[in-house]
């Protein structure tokens, strides 16, 4: 078979599988995840509740939602395989300890081998639970703490502040991550969820996927950069005036450098993501005593918007969010995988559900066919 078409630099536009489980406008600016507009479950649900939707294509009732609480409980005190395992990893970027650690609990997994579709959705379940504990783990024993046990009164957010900082959250550190959970859940086909597709439709198994997911995911195009964010603004510091504010955007694009945490390539209105987390930002710095992040942060905006008309989009206040909920930069972009989890394997029990390999063709431009063979001592 001949391939037909040109390619488009970075697929752009092209639709590349069937899905029910997120929808994009981005001229609108909508998301919706299996038709529920993101705005009512950033305001209304919980990030359990969430996962349930995008594995069901449904809203749970209350008893389906406390077996999945109970299900997520039950599976988020680590082995202590799992224990020894981070222990033992040198220091080093935390994507790359995710992806590991993520690799190792397939070693624990009961059901590593079973592909069955109830046995990938029991994977998928414990698969998310865990991730909360491997990144909050990961971050307290970076930090020289002891690991904590999971509460399992606790919701999945909770848990993870929790099991990071050794205490429990107020209601609104709770709801600020859950809420950033929530809005990092899915987001259609975008480069991780296609990388966990890819390798699902191989009829590899769920744990290889999400880690074929966490590897893309960590690149500063994609996840990683909420943390070039928020890096960004410590460079610029906390009592800088807005004049110095101003400049190092418009020093920025003079340099045709990307301002991180903004652009987007479906959305040509606000990310809607943007706009809840933005509200997180503002009420979490007022509760603290001190909006200077959020304000800086709506200063670039200003900016940004002035000059080059480009909008926020997910990564851009969920860095200050972050910050002020005292979850460590390193821990950013795991923070986005502790989310994300859920939309990939979702993709991938879709994947498995009507599978077929995905193997597109490449447009061919290297040197003309047929070249002549010269042998290695005439060369
Ligand atoms: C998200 C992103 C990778 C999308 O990439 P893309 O669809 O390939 O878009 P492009 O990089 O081709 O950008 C299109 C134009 O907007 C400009 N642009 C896009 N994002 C920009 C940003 N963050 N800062 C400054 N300019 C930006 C590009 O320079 C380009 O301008 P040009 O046409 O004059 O060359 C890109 O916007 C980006 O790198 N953003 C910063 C990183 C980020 O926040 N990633 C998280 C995404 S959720």
New binding site residues.
């Given amino acids: 078979m001949t391939p037909v078409d040109t390619p488009k630099?970075?697929l752009?536009g092209v639709v590349a599988t069937s899905s029910a489980i997120c929808h994009i406008d981005g001229e609108r600016g909508v998301l919706a995840y299996a038709g529920h507009d993101i705005h009512d479950l950033a305001r209304e649900a919980g990030f359990e509740e969430v996962c349930y939707l995008l594995w069901h294509r449904r809203l749970p009732s209350r008893a389906e939602l406390g077996d999945l609480r109970s299900e997520f409980a039950a599976a988020r005190r680590l082995p202590e395989a799992m224990l020894r395992l981070m222990r033992s990893l040198p220091a080093g970027h935390a994507m790359d300890a995710l992806r590991t650690l993520v690799s190792a609990l397939a070693h624990s997994d009961p059901e590593a081998d079973d592909q069955a579709p109830p046995a990938a959705y029991r994977k998928a379940v414990r698969l998310t639970a865990q991730v909360g504990s491997v990144v909050a783990t990961w971050g307290r024993l970076n930090a020289g703490g002891g690991p904590i046990e999971p509460d399992p009164a606790l919701g999945h957010a909770a848990n993870f502040l929790l099991l990071l900082t050794g205490e429990r959250p107020s209601a609104l550190e709770a709801r600020a991550l859950d809420v950033a959970l929530i809005l990092h859940a899915d987001?259609e086909l975008?480069a991780s969820t296609f990388a966990a597709r890819v390798t699902a439709a191989t009829l590899s198994d769920v744990h290889s996927a999400a880690v074929a997911g966490i590897g893309a995911l960590k690149g500063?195009?994609?996840?990683?950069?909420?943390a070039?964010?928020m890096r960004m603004l410590l460079a610029i510091g906390e009592d800088a005036d807005d004049a110095r504010v101003e400049r190092t955007v418009r020093d920025?694009?003079a340099r045709?450098?990307?301002?991180?945490?903004?652009?987007?390539?479906?959305y040509r209105t606000e990310?809607p993501r943007a706009t809840h987390l933005r509200r997180m930002s503002r009420e979490m710095g007022e509760r603290s005593g001190s909006t200077r992040w959020y304000e800086m942060s709506r200063r670039i905006e200003a900016v940004?918007k002035a000059e080059?008309n480009?909008d926020a989009?997910?990564?851009?206040y969920s860095a200050s969010t972050y910050h002020m909920l005292g979850i460590p930069i390193e821990l950013f972009t795991p923070v986005f995988a502790v989310s994300r989890i859920a939309g990939w394997t979702a993709h991938v029990l879709e994947q498995y559900a009507d599978n077929r390999l995905i193997r597109p063709r490449a447009e061919y431009v290297g040197p003309e066919y047929p070249q002549p063979f010269t042998p290695l001592d005439r060369r």
């Fill in positions: 630099a970075g752009e987001h975008n500063p195009l994609h996840g990683g950069a909420n070039e964010v920025m694009l045709k450098a990307k301002v991180p945490g903004f652009g987007h390539r479906v990310d940004m080059t480009i989009n997910v990564d851009f």
